[in-house]
T-cell receptor, first 112, second 112 residues
Framework: KAGVTQTPRYLIKTRGQQVTLSCSPISGHRSVSWYQQTPGQGLQFLFEYFSETQRNKGNFPGRFSGRQFSNSRSEMNVSTLELGDSALYLC???????????FGPGTRLTVT | KNEVEQSPQNLTAQEGEFITINCSYSVGISALHWLQQHPGGGIVSLFMLSSGKKKHGRLIATINIQEKHSSLHITASHPRDSAVYICAVSGVAGGGADGLTFGKGTHLIIQP
């Protein structure tokens, strides 16, 4: 069974731009969560989607948004990028919410 | 908001030693997760537990709900166990309504 895939793996953007990251969950998994990892703050929860609905959202500004499609694939978008948005963005999928999560390899975003 | 504390932050040991990493949290949870992260960023879920003890190979995880404490043990440690080990908790019973809250991780180095 293929694991969680994230695209792109690496991305360099300029301040003020926007970016869209993609996550394809394990086949059959319907819940997708997104996390941000930085050296200073560690891992932080961004949001969780299940059946195309956002169930939970972490403490991030409105510039961070996401969505989930009917095939469970998910995207997250960050608008008006700031230098502090440079981070590793991880996606994780689970069969259902509150089940064990399986992480993707992450997208490393650098904002210059 | 749950506070998750891990100790030690850094641990260097010799191959073959018995390793213990501790995690404590401040409020009730629905589940506790132990994760492993290797250089390069990939995260692997080792255990998800809500009570008692789980074992997988040389890894053992225990949780004491009353004391709000969990431990991860590695028996017969090996250099390939070198990684960052992260404790994370899901919110109160009902499915982790607030997403995962993470500890800062324990950086483990096993020397041959």
């Amino acid at each position: 069974k293929a694991g969680v895939t994230q695209t792109p793996r690496y991305l360099i953007k300029t301040r003020g731009q926007q970016v869209t990251l993609s996550c394809s969950p394990i086949s059959g998994h319907r819940s997708v969560s997104w996390y941000q990892q930085t050296p200073g703050q560690g891992l932080q929860f961004l949001f969780e989607y299940f059946s195309e609905t956002q169930r939970n959202k972490g403490n991030f500004p409105g510039r961070f948004s996401g969505r989930q499609f009917s095939n469970s694939r998910s995207e997250m978008n960050v608008s008006t990028l700031e230098l502090g948005d440079s981070a590793l963005y991880l996606c994780a999928s689970s069969f259902l919410p509150a089940y064990e999560q399986y992480f993707g390899p992450g997208t490393r975003l650098t904002v210059t | 908001k749950n506070e998750v504390e891990q100790s030690p932050q850094n641990l260097t040991a010799q191959e073959g030693e018995f390793i213990t990493i501790n995690c404590s949290y401040s409020v009730g949870i629905s589940a506790l997760h132990w994760l492993q992260q290797h250089p390069g960023g990939g995260i692997v879920s080792l255990f998800m537990l809500s009570s008692g003890k789980k074992k997988h190979g040389r890894l053992i995880a225990t949780i004491n709900i009353q004391e709000k404490h969990s431990s991860l043990h590695i028996t017969a440690s090996h250099p390939r166990d070198s990684a960052v080990y992260i404790c994370a908790v899901s919110g109160v019973a009902g499915g982790g309504a607030d997403g995962l809250t993470f500890g800062k991780g324990t950086h483990l180095i096993i020397q041959p």
